[in-house]
């Protein structure tokens, strides 16, 4: 979708919508954080919105500004996430009837959720292996039925309703040094910025995205928007190809800065977030305090604000969020052992390999018969990088045979 900015941007006006539909969340001053980095740290408490993000604010801005023939039409949107809950819950709130497509693999969960705040205003249609595929659907169904289609970030009414949050903050905090905001398609980053720039113009936005679907960093370097080959989903939140057209124009020039966050840093993040806080955080939302490691040069002394944008979290994937956070923080590890087929080899390896602290979590091994070595696969835990390091050294005193498969990418995937 493209759009030019022919009108400005009336977050004032998009508050007043909302302000008897989405909540106005919470700003926590966080002690820890702050202690950490020397500086003031306050969350911004999305997860705590209405549909556990900060989708609502955009979806329901958007859709009551409709007109009466739009409204009786009806609305479409493509979403397996926080949008679809969004626009579900204004169909509902707005008595207006809505076709939400979702892609064919989108968790039960998730598609129970869009149910629960839909009610009977709303029809789901899953379709499509891909999010690319869904939306197909989804636009051609509108175009067919001369509806309205609810685009998740590509609107100036959507960049509006999510512009509400930096109102929020600026109502409870002034001189604000930073914001680090998460960014998908770019519409929560280009509204903060659009308000900031007015009401606090010194305060610097800093975006985020995941590693693995850097859209936003990648139209910067080329200076429009790109559609990315391929992208890793698991930040599902801030996962998408192609930013906006639209939220890159307010984007561009106005970012302080963008920073690239590794997933394995953001399921540390969402576990440090639950274990000490008891905050439920989805891997979008983690994603603004998993980045404050690496711009900790820039912020002692500093008053800052991480977006925490959902916390629609599946507790299913939870042992995933976990094996990510091991793997980045080099406390697990893989490695195919080739071991001599003689009685007695993998008890050597247990008592002479295996550190006081080192655990063994995985095994797979079939004996092979004519052959001199076995291989097996081997996942082994361990307390910190000081033991990881003593460990090869032991397996490399021992001449053991092995292959360490985390820094194989297609072996790991294979495997593991």
Do not use: W
């Amino acid at each position: 979708m493209t759009q030019t900015i022919t009108t400005s941007v009336d977050i004032n006006k998009a508050a007043y919508v909302l302000k008897n539909v989405a909540l106005k969340t919470p700003l926590q001053f966080h002690r820890k954080l702050s202690e950490k980095l020397g500086a003031e740290v306050y969350l911004k408490r999305e997860d705590l919105q209405v549909v556990r993000s900060y989708k609502i604010r955009g979806a329901y801005n958007l859709i009551q500004s409709l007109t009466e023939e739009q409204r009786l039409r009806g609305v479409v949107c493509a979403s397996a996430g926080n949008h679809a809950q969004g626009v579900a819950f204004s169909c509902r709130e707005l008595n207006i009837k809505g076709v939400i497509y979702m892609p064919a693999i989108t968790p039960k969960q998730k598609i129970n959720q869009v149910k629960m705040f839909g009610g009977n205003n709303i029809e789901i249609v899953l379709i499509g292996d891909t999010f690319d595929e869904c939306q197909a659907h989804a636009l051609e169904y509108t175009a067919t039925y001369n509806k309205t289609f609810i685009p998740p970030f590509d609107h100036l009414k959507v960049i509006e309703g999510q512009g509400t949050v930096a109102k929020e903050i600026l109502e409870e905090q002034s001189n604000i040094d930073y914001v680090f905001v998460p960014i998908g398609g770019g519409g929560l980053c280009a509204g903060l910025i659009s308000y900031f720039q007015t009401y606090s113009p010194n305060t610097k936005v800093i975006g985020v995205e995941p590693q693995g679907a850097p859209s936003m960093k990648e139209a910067l370097k080329a200076g429009k928007p790109v559609v990315l080959d391929s992208i890793q989903r698991f930040v599902d939140g801030a996962s998408v190809k192609k930013v906006g057209e639209l939220t890159f124009e307010i984007c561009k020039d106005k970012l302080t800065d963008m920073l690239l966050v590794p997933e394995g840093k953001v399921s540390s993040a969402i576990l440090q977030l639950y274990n000490e806080d008891a905050i439920v955080a989805e891997p979008a939302g983690a994603l603004s305090i998993a980045a404050l490691d690496q711009y900790a040069a820039h912020l002692k002394g500093k008053k800052i604000v991480c977006i925490l944008s959902g916390g629609n979290n599946d507790i299913d994937r939870m042992n995933e969020i976990k094996e990510r956070s091991l793997l980045y923080e080099g406390l697990k590890h893989y490695f195919i052992v080739r071991f001599a087929q003689r009685p007695g080899a993998l008890k050597e390896f247990v008592n002479h390999i295996l550190g006081p602290n080192d655990d063994i979590v995985r095994f797979e091994f079939i004996q092979k018969h004519n052959k001199e070595t076995g291989p097996a696969l081997i996942g082994i835990e361990v307390k910190s990088r000081e033991d990881f390091a003593l460990l090869i050294e032991r397996m490399d005193s021992h001449k053991l045979n092995y292959t360490l498969v985390n820094q194989n990418e297609n072996l790991f995937e294979y495997l593991v």
